[in-house]
């Protein structure tokens, strides 16, 4: 077979979840698959410095670079199976089109997003329900919405799991603990913290999380930092802001923006407590990761968190500080139902492997082309 892959969302120097899935997807594919033929496609212009040109050593992978906005069709000529990793172009007529669908949050959670975006978005999954041969979606959760917003045939779909790179999301030993506590302090932060990941963006809902951090501390409950990891999103940077001011709490939440892989291993292994209460995720790459590292999770008990997560983090109602705040209280306070936690974090982090997910992909690569497996 000849595989064509989409690269744009991880040719920028940072990218977010989707840039890692697709990263770790194809990088994963090229250590399993030997056999199939798989050509990288990316569209960077001549002068364009912001994209990189992916860099993946198995023979049996190409790049194709689409320099003066071709399209698809001619920059990748013939080929079998044409992946798109998240809904993007799909004007391709000579393969078979797969499309992951990460989540349906412009449908389920509306308000982050601009009239703009939600008419893009609509439009680009119009397109996916009626051109795909197969949709992947990374959750449970996720295929539910798919299949709630859009009239799509059941074995049109299916489910496959992100998985997490156990080489940068692990549990440190004694001494990179200690490495990991200088790289922490050097930034200003001391044990104990409370941790939280993700683009800063109204979904995420930090702005209970800041309020239930603010219960803490008024109760002489916890005296450390809430530390903040990620990209700056849209729309509520002003509200968290000022809300932060209105708290007296401005020399107390730090917001680092984007973070390394090795620093952010070094934060969940040495956070307090990791802490995601988001209100809508497709997946939730930061859980998987805090898991990976052993960390001790509150996450919220809607969306795809709770299946993620499942008994291995205490699961909460993310509309509620209280709840959030009772949550982190009891993990601080009790050392053996933290350890029990954190026990339970690493075995569930044992069932999310990017070489399965590769695995499961190459299946439905095969299943749409008509090949069977080999």
């Known amino acids: 077979?000849?595989?064509?892959?989409?690269?744009?969302?991880?040719?920028?120097?940072?990218?977010?979840?989707?840039?890692?899935?697709?990263?770790?997807?194809?990088?994963?594919?090229?250590?399993?698959?030997?056999?199939?033929?798989?050509?990288?496609?990316?569209?960077?212009?001549?002068?364009?410095?912001?994209?990189?040109i992916p860099k993946i050593e198995a023979e049996n992978f190409h790049v194709k670079i689409d320099r003066f906005k071709r399209g698809l069709e001619k920059t990748l000529g013939k080929i079998d199976v044409y992946h798109s990793p998240s809904p993007d172009e799909l004007s391709v007529d000579t393969g078979k089109i797969v499309v992951t669908v990460h989540d349906l949050v412009y449908k389920a959670y509306p308000k982050g997003h601009t009239q703009e975006t939600l008419e893009t978005t609509q439009r680009q999954l119009e397109e996916i329900v009626n051109k795909a041969a197969k949709i992947i979606c990374c959750s449970e959760n996720t295929r539910r919405d798919l299949h709630k917003y859009f009239t799509v045939d059941q074995t049109k779909t299916c489910v496959i799991y992100q998985g997490v790179d156990?080489?940068?999301?692990?549990?440190?030993?004694?001494?990179?603990?200690?490495?990991?506590?200088?790289?922490?302090?050097?930034?200003?932060?001391?044990?104990?913290?409370?941790?939280?990941?993700g683009t800063v963006e109204p979904r995420k809902n930090l702005e209970n999380l800041i309020r239930a951090y603010t219960l803490l501390k008024s109760q002489k409950k916890f005296k450390g930092k809430l530390v903040c990891a990620g990209m700056k999103g849209w729309m509520n940077e002003e509200e968290i802001s000022g809300l932060i001011e209105r708290l007296g709490l401005k020399n107390d939440v730090v917001f680092l923006g984007y973070v390394t892989n090795e620093a952010l291993r070094y934060f969940y292994n040495m956070a307090e407590v990791f802490v995601f209460?988001?209100?809508?995720?497709?997946?939730?790459?930061?859980?998987?990761e805090a898991l990976s590292c052993g960390a001790a999770v509150v996450t919220s008990n809607v969306s795809s968190c709770p299946e993620i997560a499942k008994d291995a983090a205490m699961i909460v109602d993310p509309y509620k500080s209280e709840d959030i705040a009772l949550a982190i209280e009891r993990i601080m306070a009790d050392g053996n139902f933290k350890r029990s936690l954190k026990e339970k974090a690493l075995k569930r982090a044992q069932e999310f492997s990017f070489t399965k997910t590769a695995e499961e992909t190459l299946k439905v690569y095969q299943e749409v082309a008509g090949k069977g497996s080999k």
Do not use: W
Not at 3 to 16: D, G, L, V
Not at 170 to 188: F, M, S, T, V, W
Not at 277 to 284: A, I
């Open 1 to 52: 077979m000849r595989i064509a892959i989409n690269c744009r969302s991880f040719s920028k120097r940072h990218y977010t979840g989707i840039g890692r899935y697709a990263y770790n997807l194809v990088k994963s594919l090229s250590e399993i698959d030997h056999e199939n033929e798989y050509d990288l496609y990316l569209q960077k212009g001549p002068f364009d410095t912001q994209r990189q």
């Open 166 to 197: 156990k080489k940068e999301f692990y549990p440190l030993d004694d001494k990179e603990k200690q490495a990991a506590r200088r790289r922490i302090e050097a930034q200003g932060i001391k044990d104990p913290f409370i941790l939280f990941v």
């Open 277 to 288: 209460p988001s209100f809508y995720e497709g997946f939730g790459f930061p859980i998987v």
